[in-house]
C-alpha cells in the first residue's frame, strides 16, 4: 500500500496559525510601552521563561508527533507579571529564538513556523483572558497588589484552561492530520498522563505566580525552577512510559500463546507495530518463505499481506528497516524480525531496541510452541487416517469403511465383498514387493469400476469391499460382476503375466456393519461350494455365520505321523493330523487356532471333536491291520470333554471292533475344565489314555494334577535346535518331572540322527518326526509300515535326574 500522505489540510492549519500569531504580534508592537532601564530585567526574564517553556519538552510517544512543553506555564506566568503587548512580543522572541537554535531533522521550516505560531497565540489566549478580566499588571509591580484578588484568581484559571484546550486541540488536530489517525482516537490517547500533566503545569504556574507576586525578584530564578519541574516531569513520564511498555509486552505475549501458527504470526505483525509505533512491520519465516506483514492505518495496526515471501510487494525505499533474527535453534521455526521506520534518521532508542530483543525472543517461543502444536495436528491426523486407511493400497479399511457407511451413506445399499483366492501362492512365488504391485493394481482396477457413488475398500488381507448406493439391485450386480471381471484379467509385471482368482459375495441391506457380515458370508459359502461365478448374489436375509456349522458341513482330511521308540526305532502309535477342507482353496488344521474361534458357549467343540475322532478312527481301518496293537493318538480341545462326548467315543469305539480302548490316545493341549474331570475319569474306565500336549508354552507345571495322563508332548518350539541350550534344560525338567509322574515323553519334530541320539541321552522315550516319517495319508502308512527297518540306539533311553546331577556335582566338586 502506499506510504505518501495529503500534508494540504495541515499546511492550511499552520498557515492559519501563522496568520494569527502575525496578527496578535502586530497588535502587541502597536501597543507596547517604553519600559524603564530597571524594568528590562523582568521582559529578559520572560523571554528566557518562554525560550525554555518551548525547549523543554517531552514526547509522551516515540515516533508520535505529540510532545508535552512547558510552554502554557511559561504562558500563564507572563500573562500573569505582565502587560498582555509584552507577553505577545516575549513569547514570539523567546519560542522564535528557541525554535531557531533546536531546529528539528526533518521539516524543520514548517515545524517551526507551525510550533511557533501556535505557542504565540497561546500566549495571545493567556493575556487577553487576563486583559478581558481586568487583570492588567505593570512591569515592576507585584500581580496580587490589584484591588480584587479573587478576579485574579479566577481570571488565571480561565486562562489556564483556556490554554491548555487550545494546545490539546491544536496538537490533536495535527497529529491526525500528519498520521491520518481519527480524531477521537488521537484525542483519546493517553489523555489520563496528559490531563495529569496540564494539572501539574497549572499548579507549577499558580505557586510561580503566588511566589512572584510576592517578590518580583523571584523570577530570576524561574527558568531553574522550570528546568527542575522539567527533569521530574521528564522522569516520570518515562517510568509511565516503560509501564506502559512492558504492560503492552506482556498483553502481547500472553496473546501469543495459541496454537495456529496463522494466529501467532498475525498477531505478532499486528501487535509489534502497535507495541513500537512503527510504521510496518514484516515477520519472515525462513523455512517456509513465509512473510507476514503489518501497518498503521488510521492508527489501528493491520496485517496487510501474508503469504510468500517472492510474492510480497516493495515498500517505500525511504522506510528504514531494523532487522532482529529469531530462532537460532535448527529444529525450531527459524526467520527475522523487520521493523520499518519513517526515513534513515529516525532509530529506535535504547528502551525500544531492548523490547523488540524481547519480543524477538518471545515471538520465537511462541512460533515454536505453535509449530510444536502443529506437527502433533499433523501427527494426529496422519493416525485418525492411517486409523481408518490401508497404508498398502491407500483404500478405506474396514474402521473406515464402517464409519463412512455411518455418515449419510445412501440407503439401502449393495456390499459386494472380493477374496483374492490365490494371492498367497502367488506372493510366495513372486516376492512380497511384487506381490504388493499385483495388489494395488488390484486396487487400481477397483477404485476405478466404482464410480462416484460407490466406496472401496480393503477390510482383509486378501479382501476387498465395494459397496455402491443410489442404485437398483441389478444395476449394483451388474456393476459388480464388470469390477470382479476386470479384477480377473492378466496383470503384466516385469514381463509375467499373473492372473489373480477373486470370489465375491453380494448382499443388500442397510447401510451398517450387518450388510458387510452378510456379503461376507454369501462369499464364504461360495467358496465353500466351489461356486464359479463372478458374483454370488443372495436376495434377503443371510443367517448368521457360524464356524463349527461351517466345519462340520465341511470335508474331512485325516493324515498320520508315526511316533516310534527312540531307542529301538519301533514304531509304537500313530499321530492322527485332521484338517478341514475349508474350501476349495483353503485347509484348515484341527488344532487350537481353531478351536479358539468357535464360541463354547453353545457347545460347538463337542460335535466337532467327536467328528474328528469318527473320521480318525475310520481312517485307521486303513492300516489297521497291518499295526493291530498300535494306539493312535487323536487331538481334540479340552473343552469338549463332557459325559457325552464320552458316551459317544465308547459307541464309536464299540462299532470299530476295538476290543479295548487302550488302542485310542485323547491329545489335549489344555488341562480340562474342572467340570470336566469326572469324564475324563470315566473314560479311563473304558481304556483310552491321555496325553498332555505342548507342555512348556501355556502348559504349566499345575496341568500334571489335573487329569491322569498317560503321556506327556513337548512342544515343538523346544525341538533341539542347534546353540540353543535354553531348550535342554527345559527338555531335562520334562522328562525329570515325567519320570517322577511315570510318564511317557514324546519329542516331536526330530530332523536328524543327532538329535535323536541326545533325545535318548536325555531320558526321551518316544519322538517323531521328519527322520522318523512324516505325515502320509493313510494308505501310505500301510506300506510305510512294511518298508519300516527299525533302527536302535545303543544303550536305550538313560533319564538324568536334575537332582542326582546336582548331588554329584556338589560332591565331585566343580
Not at 450388510?515 to 443372495?538: K, N, P, T
Request: net charge positive; proline share 5%; glycine share 8%.
Amino acid at each position: 500500500m502506499p506510504f505518501g500522505r495529503d500534508r494540504s489540510p495541515l499546511a492550511l492549519l499552520t498557515a492559519l496559525g501563522v496568520v494569527t500569531a502575525a496578527a496578535c504580534l502586530v497588535w502587541a508592537v502597536l501597543h507596547l510601552g517604553s519600559p524603564a532601564p530597571e524594568q528590562w530585567v523582568y521582559l529578559w526574564m520572560g523571554v528566557a521563561l518562554m525560550a525554555m517553556g518551548a525547549t523543554l519538552s517531552v514526547s509522551l510517544q516515540p515516533r508520535l508527533s505529540m510532545r508535552v512543553t512547558l510552554t502554557p506555564t511559561a504562558c500563564l506566568v507572563c500573562a500573569s507579571v505582565l502587560p498582555a503587548p509584552w507577553v505577545i512580543v516575549c513569547a514570539a522572541a523567546g519560542v522564535g529564538i528557541a525554535r531557531l537554535v533546536r531546529r528539528p531533522r526533518s521539516a524543520w521550516l514548517h515545524k517551526f513556523a507551525h510550533n511557533t505560531s501556535m505557542d504565540i497565540v497561546a500566549a495571545a489566549l493567556a493575556a487577553g483572558v487576563m486583559f478581558t478580566a481586568g487583570v492588567r499588571p505593570e512591569i515592576g509591580q507585584p500581580p496580587l497588589a490589584a484591588p480584587s484578588l479573587p478576579s485574579h484568581v479566577l481570571a488565571f484559571l480561565v486562562a489556564a484552561v483556556v490554554v491548555v484546550l487550545f494546545e490539546e486541540l491544536v496538537t490533536t488536530a495535527a497529529v491526525t492530520l500528519s498520521t491520518k489517525r481519527p480524531f477521537l482516537v488521537v484525542l483519546r490517547g493517553l489523555w489520563l498522563t496528559r490531563l495529569c500533566v496540564a494539572l501539574a503545569e497549572i499548579s507549577v504556574a499558580g505557586v510561580v505566580t503566588t511566589v512572584a507576586g510576592l517578590e518580583k525578584r523571584v523570577l530570576v530564578a524561574l527558568p531553574f525552577a522550570m528546568l527542575v519541574v522539567y527533569l521530574l516531569l521528564k522522569y516520570r513520564l518515562k517510568l509511565v512510559e516503560e509501564r506502559r511498555v512492558w504492560e503492552r509486552l506482556a498483553a502481547l505475549s500472553d496473546a501469543l500463546t495459541s496454537r495456529d501458527l496463522d494466529v501467532v504470526l498475525q498477531t505478532a505483525a499486528g501487535g509489534v507495530v502497535g507495541l513500537l509505533g512503527v510504521s510496518a512491520a514484516d515477520i519472515e519465516i525462513s523455512r517456509s518463505q513465509r512473510l507476514v506483514r503489518a501497518s498503521q492505518t488510521g492508527g489501528v495496526a493491520r496485517v496487510v499481506y501474508d503469504g510468500s515471501t517472492v510474492d510480497a510487494p516493495a515498500l517505500d525505499h525511504s522506510r528504514h528497516a531494523v532487522s532482529f533474527g529469531f530462532g537460532t535453534d535448527a529444529d525450531g521455526v527459524q526467520g527475522v524480525l523487520r521493523l520499518y521506520l519513517r526515513g534513515p534518521r529516525d532509530s529506535l532508542s535504547a528502551r525500544e531496541g531492548s523490547t523488540a530483543r524481547a519480543f524477538a525472543a518471545t515471538l520465537s517461543s511462541s512460533l515454536d510452541l505453535a509449530h510444536a502444536y502443529g506437527l502433533l495436528a499433523l501427527e494426529a491426523r496422519h493416525h485418525e487416517s492411517a486409523a481408518r486407511h490401508d497404508t498398502e493400497t491407500g483404500l478405506l479399511n474396514r474402521v473406515g469403511l464402517l464409519h463412512h457407511l455411518g455418515e449419510g451413506f445412501g440407503d439401502p445399499c449393495h456390499a459386494v465383498v472380493i477374496r483374492l483366492d490365490t494371492y498367497a501362492l502367488l506372493a510366495d512365488a513372486v516376492g512380497r514387493d511384487h506381490a504388493l504391485s499385483v495388489l494395488r493394481t488390484i486396487a487400481g482396477r477397483l477404485r476405478k469400476a466404482s464410480g462416484d457413488t460407490s466406496s472401496v475398500a480393503r477390510v482383509g488381507d486378501v479382501t476387498f469391499a465395494l459397496v455402491m448406493a443410489g442404485v437398483a439391485a441389478d444395476v449394483a450386480y451388474q456393476r459388480a460382476c464388470w469390477a470382479v471381471a476386470a479384477l480377473r484379467r492378466e496383470i503384466c509385471l516385469d514381463g509375467r503375466r499373473l492372473v489373480v482368482r477373486a470370489t465375491a459375495g453380494m448382499a443388500s441391506g442397510p447401510p451398517n456393519a450387518a450388510v458387510i457380515d452378510a456379503a461376507e458370508r454369501v462369499l464364504w459359502r461360495a467358496s465353500q461350494r466351489g461356486d464359479d461365478r463372478l458374483v454370488s448374489y443372495q436376495v434377503g436375509a443371510v443367517r448368521e455365520w457360524s464356524l463349527d456349522r461351517e466345519l462340520s458341513s465341511s470335508r474331512m482330511s485325516i493324515a498320520f505321523e508315526p511316533i516310534v521308540d527312540l531307542a529301538s526305532g519301533r514304531i509304537t502309535m500313530m499321530q492322527s493330523v485332521p484338517r478341514w477342507l475349508y474350501s476349495r482353496h483353503e485347509m484348515l488344521t484341527a488344532d487350537d487356532y481353531v478351536y479358539q474361534l468357535i464360541d463354547k458357549g453353545y457347545g460347538g467343540l463337542e460335535p466337532l471333536a467327536r467328528t474328528v475322532v469318527t473320521r480318525s478312527l475310520t481312517a485307521a481301518t486303513l492300516w489297521r491291520d497291518v499295526l493291530p496293537d498300535t494306539p493312535m493318538v487323536v487331538p481334540i480341545p479340552a473343552a469338549a470333554l463332557t459325559r457325552s462326548f464320552v458316551e459317544a467315543i465308547r459307541f464309536e469305539l464299540a462299532e470299530h471292533t476295538a476290543s479295548s480302548g487302550r488302542s485310542l490316545v485323547l491329545a489335549l493341549s489344555a488341562p480340562p475344565d474342572p467340570s470336566a474331570r469326572e469324564a475324563a475319569e470315566w473314560i479311563a474306565q473304558f481304556g483310552v489314555r491321555l496325553l498332555l500336549d505342548k507342555f512348556g508354552s501355556g502348559v504349566g507345571l499345575e496341568s500334571l494334577n489335573a487329569a491322569d495322563w498317560s503321556f506327556l508332548r513337548l512342544h515343538p518350539a523346544y525341538a533341539l535346535d542347534a546353540g540353543w541350550q535354553p531348550a535342554r534344560s527345559v527338555i531335562r525338567a520334562a522328562v525329570d518331572l515325567a519320570t517322577d509322574l511315570d510318564l511317557a515323553v514324546i519329542a516331536p519334530g526330530i530332523r536328524t540322527e543327532k538329535e535323536r541320539h541326545t533325545l535318548v541321552g536325555f531320558g526321551c522315550t518316544m519322538g517323531s518326526g521328519p527322520l522318523l516319517g512324516g505325515e502320509m495319508f493313510p494308505s501310505q502308512v500301510r506300506h510305510h509300515a512294511q518298508l519300516w527297518q527299525p533302527k536302535s540306539v545303543g544303550g536305550g533311553a538313560q533319564v538324568v535326574r536334575l537332582h542326582r546331577a546336582r548331588r554329584s556335582s556338589s560332591r565331585h566338586g566343580p
